[in-house]
């Protein structure tokens, strides 16, 4: 079993950036496929972007693609989302997402593991 704790979110001006970090427990962290997702308010969660267990995959949704970069560092147990030139409509609660898989994942049902969200705001 593996625990997320997200950190990084926070009010931004469009055109802004900010980085997400997601840090997990346990020593298998290498083994898991992780991934972001967010949801806004009266929306329903989406896909954001995803990384494979080795880093050497990644998926990104085409609204974020070319603005939103996904990294790992598994020495540390930590996911990254850059996120960069930022709009108002990225504003949402953004969730870490952890699976034990070998490919990078895109559908919230095949993730087991959810952290509680950290919320990024983005200011017009």
């Known amino acids: 079993q593996v625990q997320l704790v997200e950190s990084g979110g926070g009010l931004v001006q469009a055109g802004g950036s900010l980085r997400l970090n997601c840090a997990a427990s346990?020593?298998?962290?290498?083994?898991?496929?992780m991934g972001w997702f967010r949801q806004a308010p009266g929306k329903e969660r989406e896909f954001v972007a995803a990384i494979s267990w080795g880093g050497d995959n990644t998926y990104y949704a085409d609204s974020v693609k070319g603005r939103f970069t996904i990294s790992r560092d598994n020495a540390r147990n930590t996911v990254y989302l850059q996120m960069n030139s930022l709009k108002p409509e990225d504003t949402a609660v953004y969730y870490c997402a952890a699976n034990r898989a070998t490919r990078a994942l895109r559908e919230s049902r095949e993730y087991n593991y959810w952290g509680q969200g950290t919320q990024v705001t983005v200011s017009s």
């Open positions: 346990g020593r298998t962290f290498s083994s898991y496929a």
